[in-house]
């Protein structure tokens, strides 16, 4: 049965705006990344370069933070610690970005997509694991400035953690579903 052209050109037509949306959003979310990327990372430097000591030692979890100030060295090693959860989640942003911008043009279902978002994924989930590792390296260094002698270490884990390690999860999965249809669409084209 052949069908009218009315049905045809309106499918025709819906597939076209929806590959549309899919592109504007896609370029959206690109742009997204890099400006996230770019923020997180000048944040981070004005954290650890403005943030007042007794303030950095609070949110350390060090409790009878001495009074004195933190010195550049050790503000910069701080940094550079808050950096390495950090610079995992960017490098994930940054593939996440690639992937958006394929997709901006038109280039859906490809091995190269579902590479970037497994590498997004991975990179959330690492990020995710490194950041309780992270503060407590914080808390030890911050707490080399007591003058008592007294160390600390303060792990954390939060529901945020969870959260990361969950959604970094459902990106894999959803990589991993594109990664079969692209294998089946590859199937079917063969039969043609």
Sequence with gaps: MVQPPI??????????????????????MAVGCLVTSVMLTSAMLLYWTLTPAQTLFSQAGISNAPVADIDVLTR?????????????????????RRCFAAFAAGQ??????????????????????LKPLAGAALSVLLSF????????????????????????????????????????????????
Aim: without cysteine; charged residues 20%; aromatic residues 8%.
């Design 7 to 28: 049905i045809i050109d309106t499918v025709a037509r819906d597939q076209e705006r929806r590959r549309k949306r899919i592109r504007h959003l896609s370029r959206l």
């Design 76 to 96: 910069t090693l701080a940094f550079t610690i808050s950096m390495i959860p950090l610079g995992t989640l960017i490098y994930g942003f940054l593939n996440a």
């Design 108 to 129: 859906i279902f490809s091995s190269e997509q579902v590479k970037r978002l497994k590498a997004f994924s991975i990179a959330a989930a690492v990020s995710g694991l």
């Design 145 to 192: 400035s007591n003058l008592t002698g007294r160390r600390t270490l303060a792990l954390n884990i939060g529901s945020d953690t969870l959260i990361v390690l969950i959604f970094a999860g459902t990106v894999a999965v959803i990589a991993w579903v594109m990664a079969e249809a692209i294998d089946i669409s590859d199937e079917n084209k063969q039969f043609v």
